[in-house]
């Protein structure tokens, strides 16, 4: 019976750590540049959001409102780092594929290779989905059933956007989860049958979302902290482990 042969010639650690920080360099870059671009167009994209959604009943939008213009500015700029960190998923996902490829068995790189497509195509699809078919569906069935007709309902847009990128946010670290737990698999940083960094990663995570979410998530904080970090878990689990 044949035995297992080496992918690639072998390279020497130093280097594999040159190439990881390549890796993490041309990352930081492409966020700092889709951040730039972001900037710009963030204004532009928050209006015509909002145009979208189903809660305005006049022409001049006299029932969304602004309370708070320091949390305005938080939301702006966490809009613009949750675009430019979906923008660059894509990207990222090709340099790890082509980092972690050459020390890769065919049967790793087609289990690698379906969970970056996740990461890279169907989450960015997921997450463009719920902005504009989920949130307007939800604003919707809210106003046709939450209202009085002798008050008047105004919103906070700065509450609205925070709510959709809470959601895009919770994608985004469950995505960040499942790949790192999977390459911890695939690199062979494994005891007992479980990633060597599991505890670790799962607790960065949970405390990543616990932290970070926005106000509106009060009391969801734990329960959703727990479901990203389990799903993520038993999914990563299915990675073939050295």
Known sequence: MP????????????????DLHILFRRSAVGICIACIFWTYASSTIILEWLGILPI?????????SVYGPFDWIVTRWALILTLSVISVLPFCSILIYRFSKVGLFRHE???LSAVLIISAVIVPIIVIVVLTIGIPVIFGIADSTGNFDSIVVRYD??????LAMGLSWILIVWTLTLVTLSLARLFGLVEMGE???????LAISCGLLILTLPFEFDGLRIL???VVAISADRISSTAPAR
Not at 4 to 14: G, K, Q, T, V, Y
Not at 195 to 201: D, E, G
Request: zero cysteines; charged letters at 20%.
């Open 3 to 18: 035995s297992n042969i080496a992918l690639s010639p072998p390279i020497s650690i130093e280097e594999h750590l040159d």
């Open 56 to 64: 305005h009943t006049s022409t001049s939008n006299d029932y969304l």
């Open 109 to 111: 790189r087609i289990w």
């Open 157 to 162: 847009a700065s509450s609205i956007i925070s």
């Open 195 to 201: 990633a060597r960094l599991r505890i670790r990663i």
């Open 224 to 226: 959703i902290a727990m």
